[in-house]
């Protein structure tokens, strides 16, 4: 009789630790399905930090830096950076610009048409967006403003345009404010007494310089999506027309 191996004796091992292994289990599918419905957002965001922190910002702060030693002045720290007008400046001057154009091209798509644009509405008909949503008020899983109707759904209804100009009226005012205090900065360094206020730089030539420069590069991509999207295409992109849609049809 042949002695049994002893792989054939051994009892398989098992890999379940019980509570501890479904709860990792149930906590690695929670994070999967947030990633999944998620994803177009988070890594908008995560670009935008990068950018943002890892680029434009220890840029600002080596100029920022170059330009006290040749004043004269001793260097700071990176994180005293963040609270100087130079950073704030260069930030909110761009911000205010984003958000201005968004907030516009909201409001211009509701009556506005391109033809064979997907950025475009139907030339003709309405779509659900047109819809009246005080009709909807009993929906069950309708938004709580439009189930309690009156004053809520009236600003609800336009919520999305006027939160994108209350962030522009936020960031161009603190434009206005950190812009002045390095303006100042600037005035006292080269010497001089001068002193404006953040309602008196809004009338210099140089606060619209920075504000006028950010709003016609952000209305010319608008115009460029806009016009492109007639003629160009991006396979799977629901920015796109359907590859096969012929150029001058304008999607449903």
């Excluded at 019980?18 to 908008?44: C, K, Y």
């Excluded at 007494?193 to 006028?212: C, G, I, N, Q």
């Amino acid at each position: 009789m042949e002695p049994c191996s002893r792989a054939a004796v051994l009892p398989a091992r098992s890999f379940d630790h019980g509570p501890t292994s479904t709860a990792f289990l149930r906590v690695q599918q929670t994070v999967q399905r947030i990633l999944r419905q998620n994803s177009l957002g988070i890594t908008v965001i995560v670009v935008f930090l990068l950018i943002w922190l890892g680029g434009q910002t220890p840029a600002g702060y080596r100029v920022y830096n170059a330009e006290r030693v040749r004043d004269g002045t001793a260097p700071i720290s990176f994180v005293a950076y963040f609270r100087t007008a130079h950073f704030g400046e260069a930030t909110f001057e761009n911000w205010e610009s984003e958000f201005l154009q968004m907030g516009m091209y909201v409001v211009l798509t509701v009556k506005l048409r391109q033809r064979g644009s997907s950025e475009s509405k139907p030339l003709e008909g309405t779509t659900p967006q047109d819809d009246d949503p005080a009709e909807h008020r009993n929906d069950p899983d309708a938004p709580w403003p439009v189930r309690r109707g009156g004053p809520w759904l009236a600003v609800y209804r336009n919520s999305l345009s006027l939160g994108f100009f209350v962030l522009f009226l936020v960031s161009f005012g603190l434009h206005a404010w950190t812009g002045s205090h390095e303006y100042n900065s600037e005035l006292a360094a080269a010497g001089s007494s001068a002193f404006v206020t953040p309602f008196s730089y809004l009338t210099t030539s140089r606060f619209w310089f920075e504000s006028l420069q950010n709003w016609q590069s952000e209305f010319l991509a608008v115009g460029a999506i806009v016009v492109l999207t007639i003629f160009l295409r991006q396979h799977g992109s629901p920015e796109s027309k359907p590859v096969h849609t012929p150029n001058w049809e304008t999607p449903d």
